[in-house]
Structure formats: C-alpha cells, structure tokens
T-cell receptor, first 114, second 106 residues
Framework: NAGVMQNPRHLVRRRGQEARLRCSPMKGHSHVYWYRQLPEEGLKFMVYLQKENIIDESGMPKERFSAEFPKEGPSILRIQQVVRGDSAAYFC????????????FGPGTRLTVL | GIQVEQSPPDLILQEGANSTLRCNFSDSVNNLQWFHQNPWGQLINLFYIPSGTKQNGRLSATTVATERYSLLYISSSQTTDSGVYFCAVGSYIPTFGRGTSLIVHP
C-alpha cells in the first residue's frame, strides 16, 4: 500500500528556470494539499485541490506559482522563473475525505535555486 | 486565522527520560494531528486526535478541545525520537505550529 509519492526528491534550478514538482496521492485519496517549509519553520499551506478542481489557493503566491490535479496523473506544482527565495522544501499531502480528515504526507521535494 | 503555539521550542533529553510537548490553539477545531519530522525531513503521522486520548507504544496524546490545547507525551525516550514535533490544527485546512525541536542524547 504505497504512501504519498513525490518526485523529484531534490531539484536544483538556476534563477529564471521553471520547476515542476509532482505528487501522487495515496490510493483512494482524491484530495491533495501542497505546503511549503522554509528552514527552521513549520509548514505553510499553499493550495488544496481535488481532481480537476482548485478548491482553495489562498496560500499560493499570486505570480509565478500554479497547481493542477488532472483527471489522470499526478498533481503538479509549477513555479515559473524561480528566484532564490523559492528555495524550500515542498510537501504534498493527501486525504481520503475533505477538510477535517487526516492528512498523509509525502517525502517532500527540496528545491534549491542557484 | 487560527493561531497555533507549541512549547517548548527546544528540548534536550537523555535517553530514557520522559517529556511532554504542548500545543495551544486559538479557536475551536475539528482536526488536530501530531507529526514527527525526522532528521531526514520526512513527516510521520503520530496521532489524529481532535479530542480525547490515544496511545501508541511509548507515545500518547491528549486533546482537550474545550480548553484548546493538546499534549504529546513521550516516555522512555530514545535517540530515534530526535527531530521536530509539529501539531497541525484547524477546522478547514490545518495550520501548523512552529514545532518543538527534540534532541535525545545517548
């Protein structure tokens, strides 16, 4: 019973490049959440998605960041024209039901922007 | 939004000691989880505990929702318990506290 999968685990990008982070939820889970963790801090909510729908993107920066969860395939968090301040660990979580249900986290993607 | 405060921020223990970590929150909630982030960065689910008491081996947790706090107890600590312990609280999207960093020395 595979858990939440994220890839890549580590991603290095130069300033101005694009970063694509992928998340496959646990089997049977249709709710996906993305969080960002800066060094020495807790996780900050970015976006909540269900299949083909963005439910809440209140934590997402207005520019350069986007997320999708297509009918088929993993959820994608896309960061365009990365800057050094985007360097962080990005975690994906999934849950079987909606908000208020238990979340399970993937191993994270550590993005480094040179 | 909801405010989540964890204490203490840092904790250093000798192997075998017991400890209590606290999570205070500012509003009524229907979702509270405790996580352990190990030194490799992985987030491990410890408890889903919006109310009541649960135990799992050397760990137990109690949430008193009416008084807006939760406690995580670690007994007979081991070096593998080292890492950061987060509580995440909310009625919608959970808000994370800043965590308690635990170091257990052999």
């Amino acid at each position: 019973n595979a858990g939440v999968m994220q890839n890549p685990r580590h991603l290095v990008r130069r300033r101005g490049q694009e970063a694509r982070l992928r998340c496959s939820p646990m089997k049977g889970h249709s709710h996906v959440y993305w969080y960002r963790q800066l060094p020495e801090e807790g996780l900050k909510f970015m976006v909540y998605l269900q299949k083909e729908n963005i439910i809440d993107e209140s934590g997402m920066p207005k520019e350069r960041f986007s997320a999708e969860f297509p009918k088929e395939g993993p959820s994608i968090l896309r960061i365009q024209q990365v800057v050094r301040g985007d360097s962080a660990a990005y975690f994906c979580a999934s849950s079987p039901g909606g908000t208020g249900t238990e979340q399970f986290f993937g191993p994270g993607t550590r993005l480094t922007v040179l | 939004g909801i405010q989540v405060e964890q204490s203490p921020p840092d904790l250093i223990l000798q192997e075998g000691a017991n400890s209590t970590l606290r999570c205070n929150f500012s509003d009524s909630v229907n979702n509270l989880q405790w996580f352990h982030q190990n030194p490799w960065g992985q987030l491990i689910n410890l408890f889903y505990i919006p109310s009541g008491t649960k135990q799992n081996g050397r760990l137990s947790a109690t949430t008193v929702a009416t008084e807006r706090y939760s406690l995580l107890y670690i007994s007979s600590s081991q070096t593998t318990d080292s890492g950061v312990y987060f509580c995440a609280v909310g009625s919608y999207i959970p808000t994370f506290g800043r965590g308690t960093s635990l170091i257990v020395h052999p």
